[in-house]
């Protein structure tokens, strides 16, 4: 079974950093990308940054800059480095993970990890 296991999350004053992980059960080269997303409360969840198996990465306007997303394969971990936060990225941060066989897709998804900036 598949399991995504975020962490990393806490409180932190305005211009500090975290860095949240994402914790796969099996290798996470089986998952042609991944994806972190964020949902503030009473908002819709968003996209935040994305790792491809070839190692693109992709990130939010209000990311670039600031976040940075990097996966270490032995230990099955993809990271999401945060600095310079801001009050408006706190939110629950989740990671989503896509899998590929033959001709179907498997989307997954973890509990998640809050984030709270705030002074």
């Known amino acids: 079974q598949v399991q995504l296991v975020e962490s990393g999350g806490g409180l932190v004053q305005p211009g500090g950093s975290l860095r949240l992980s994402c914790s796969t059960s099996?290798?996470?080269?089986?998952?042609?990308?991944m994806r972190w997303y964020r949902q503030a409360p009473g908002k819709q969840r968003e996209f935040v940054a994305l790792?491809?198996?070839?190692?693109?990465?992709a990130y939010t306007d209000s990311a670039k800059g600031r976040f940075t997303t990097s996966r270490d394969n032995a230990e099955n971990t993809l990271y999401l480095q945060m600095n310079n936060l801001k009050p408006e990225d706190t939110a629950v941060y989740y990671c989503?993970?896509?899998?590929?066989?033959?001709?179907?897709?498997?989307?997954?998804w973890g509990e998640g990890t809050q984030v709270t900036v705030s002074s």
């Open positions: 989503n993970a896509r899998r590929t066989m033959g001709s179907r897709e498997f989307d997954y």
């Open positions: 790792y491809t198996n070839g190692g693109s990465t």
């Open positions: 099996i290798s996470i080269t089986s998952f042609s990308r």
